[in-house]
C-alpha cells in the first residue's frame, strides 16, 4: 500500500515561512491535497491538486509536489495557524483507496 | 450553505452493529461522491470508505472491508455507514466528506462534517 510520510511536528515564529513535507514514492505523479485540523474542530482543506486554494483559504497558504516530495508552505505565519496538517492522494495502482500522512503538529513559537 | 451532520454514534459493545448516518444540504447531493474518514483518539486522519454519486461504485479500506458497508439514499441527500463486526480499533471520530466530483478518486475532500463519536467497549 501507498504510505505518504510526514515531520511529527514543526515549529516557527510569527511573520516566518512555514514549510511542511510529505513524503511518497514517486508523489509527483499523483494529486496532492492538504488540510487543516486545529482541536476539536474537523479537517478543512487549504490546499487542493497540488496547489490550489479553496475559496476563503488566504493566499499565504501555497503546495508544490514534485518528485518524491509534496510541501505546504504557509507565508507569514499567524499564532491562529497553528494546527495539525495532513497530506493526502489517492492510490489507484491496485485498487483505489485514500490515503492520509500521520500529520504534521504546527507550532508556532 | 453547504452542510453535512453526522448523527448515529455511541457506544457499542465489541461484535456489535451500528449505523450512522450522515445528513446533506446545500449541494445537488447525487452529482457528488462521499467519503467516511475516522480519527482515533489522539490519532491521525484515516479514510475508510467512498462512494460516487450514484451510488454505483464503492470503496473500502483493508481495515474496515467486509464488515462495513457504505450506501447512499439519494432522495433523502444521505449518506450511511453500516458498521459491523465492531471491534475496540474501531473507536474514533466519523467524518463523513464530500468531493468535488462525481467520483472520489483523485479528488480532495471539500466539504466535512463536524464528526460523530464511536466508542466500541464492553
New interface residues.
Given amino acids: 500500500s501507498y504510505v505518504l510520510t510526514q515531520p511529527p511536528s514543526v515549529s516557527v515564529a510569527p511573520g516566518q515561512t512555514a514549510r511542511i513535507t510529505c513524503g511518497g514514492n514517486n508523489i509527483g505523479s499523483r494529486n496532492v491535497h492538504w488540510y487543516q485540523q486545529k482541536p476539536g474542530q474537523a479537517p478543512v482543506l487549504v490546499v487542493y491538486d497540488d496547489s490550489d486554494r479553496p475559496s476563503g483559504i488566504p493566499e499565504r497558504f501555497s503546495g508544490s509536489n514534485s518528485g518524491n516530495t509534496a510541501t505546504l508552505t504557509i507565508s507569514r505565519v499567524e499564532a491562529g495557524d497553528e494546527a495539525d496538517y495532513y497530506c493526502q492522494v489517492w492510490d489507484s495502482r491496485s485498487d483505489h483507496r485514500g490515503v492520509f500522512g500521520g500529520g504534521t503538529k504546527l507550532t508556532v513559537l | 450553505e453547504v452542510q453535512l451532520l453526522e448523527s448515529g454514534g455511541g457506544l457499542v459493545q465489541p461484535g456489535g452493529s451500528l449505523r450512522l448516518s450522515c445528513a446533506a444540504s446545500g449541494f445537488t447531493f447525487t452529482n457528488y461522491a462521499m467519503?467516511w474518514?475516522r480519527q482515533a483518539p489522539g490519532k491521525?486522519?484515516?479514510?475508510i470508505s467512498?462512494i460516487s454519486g450514484s451510488g454505483g461504485i464503492t470503496?473500502y479500506?483493508?481495515s474496515v472491508k467486509g464488515r462495513f458497508t457504505i450506501s447512499r439514499d439519494n432522495s433523502k441527500n444521505t449518506l450511511y455507514l453500516q458498521m459491523n463486526s465492531l471491534r475496540a480499533e474501531d473507536t474514533a471520530v466519523y467524518?463523513c466528506a464530500k468531493a468535488?466530483a462525481t467520483v472520489?478518486?483523485?479528488?480532495?475532500?471539500?466539504i466535512?462534517?463536524?464528526?460523530t463519536m464511536v466508542t466500541v467497549s464492553s
Fill in positions: 467519503s474518514v491521525g486522519l484515516e479514510w467512498a470503496y479500506a483493508d467524518y468535488p472520489p478518486t483523485g479528488r480532495a475532500f471539500d466535512w462534517g463536524q464528526g
